[in-house]
């Protein structure tokens, strides 16, 4: 078995197994994981650029397979998406998350991603619900990261569950901004409180010419005449750093600060402004 690095999964026998089979097999193994906790969360800093203070984490699920080692979660999440499995998952994921973040200062947030399935899941407010009370987190500290994916489904139901997320005080983002069929429309009536600028944007906006730093700073100025923050992601290299702060970007979240950490080392990194 082998992996070939960061999201790059590698079919060791494709001759003799289809895609299918081995999606199969993928699943099955991500079901045992998960039944025997040998899924971790890993913390990514969102970092307010002009202080570099840490402001906040995204979690981000983790897979060390016994045999085929590392496997990212832009191979397993999608899998895990064709069946029920997504949203146990999901829920493991945000009962850990509350339960690491009250180790930290009240001042620091979590974010969560939230698959579009796992939204769409008749119990999922429920299953907030009850985490927010069994961990005892304040719920202001939560942020649920959706994609534009969840605007797919039934309108009617998906702005019921908006509408009762926010009365129970969850932050929300709206995740990978700009890169789907991406319509404003839905920027009118949800309730997002951040909008998060996609990497790919980042990774073109130091190319002379290029429209990717017009796009940031209108999608920047669109976030702020709404009164949304805005985070922009993906960032890797100074100049790329230099460019998003220039056009008003003031939260960060990128290698040029940290990679997504153990959850035994966030504490270290929180109040620690020796980034850069
Ligand atoms: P995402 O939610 O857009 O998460 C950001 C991804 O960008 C993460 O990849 C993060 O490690 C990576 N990243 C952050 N800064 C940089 C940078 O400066 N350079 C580069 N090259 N990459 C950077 P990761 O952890 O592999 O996660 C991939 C995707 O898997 C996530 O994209 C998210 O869609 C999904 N995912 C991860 N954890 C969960 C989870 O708990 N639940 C759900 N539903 N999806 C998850
Ligand atoms: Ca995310
Ligand atoms: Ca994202
Ligand atoms: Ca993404």
């Not at 930290?104 to 939230?114: I, K």
């Not at 944007?201 to 990717?212: E, G, I, R």
Request: hydrophobic share 40%; aromatic share 8%; net charge negative.
């Amino acid at each position: 078995a082998k992996n070939g690095g960061r999201g790059a999964f590698r079919f060791y026998s494709s001759d003799l197994k289809d895609e299918a089979e081995e999606r199969r097999l993928i699943e099955e193994d991500l079901r045992q994981a998960l039944a025997a906790d040998q899924l971790e969360l890993h913390y990514q800093p969102v970092v307010r650029s002009k202080d570099h203070v840490v402001v906040g984490f995204e979690a981000l699920m983790r897979w060390e397979h016994p045999e085929r080692g590392r496997v990212g979660p832009d191979v397993f999440i999608p899998i895990a998406e064709e069946s029920s499995l997504i949203s146990q998952l999901g829920e493991w994921a945000l009962r850990r998350a509350c339960e690491d973040a009250l180790n930290w200062p009240e001042t620091v947030r979590v974010a969560v991603n939230v698959s579009a399935v796992q939204f769409a899941t008749p119990g999922f407010v429920n299953i907030v619900t009850n985490t927010l009370a069994s961990s005892g987190i304040d719920p202001g500290r939560l942020e649920l990261e959706l994609t534009e994916s969840v605007f797919m489904g039934d309108s009617e139901s998906t702005d019921e569950t908006f509408r009762m997320l926010k009365a129970l005080g969850v932050r929300l983002a709206l995740d990978d901004f700009g890169t789907g069929y991406s319509s404003l429309s839905y920027l009118r009536s949800a309730p997002f409180d951040k909008i998060k600028v996609d990497k790919s944007f980042v990774d073109t906006c130091t190319q002379k010419d290029h429209n990717s730093v017009k796009i940031i700073a209108a999608i920047i100025g669109l976030s702020d005449a709404l009164g949304m923050d805005t985070t922009v992601e993906g960032v890797e290299a100074f100049d790329q750093l230099e460019i998003v702060c220039a056009k008003g970007a003031r939260y960060i979240q990128g290698w040029i600060y940290s990679k997504a950490l153990p959850a035994a080392e966030v504490l270290e990194k929180i109040g620690s402004k020796d980034f850069v």
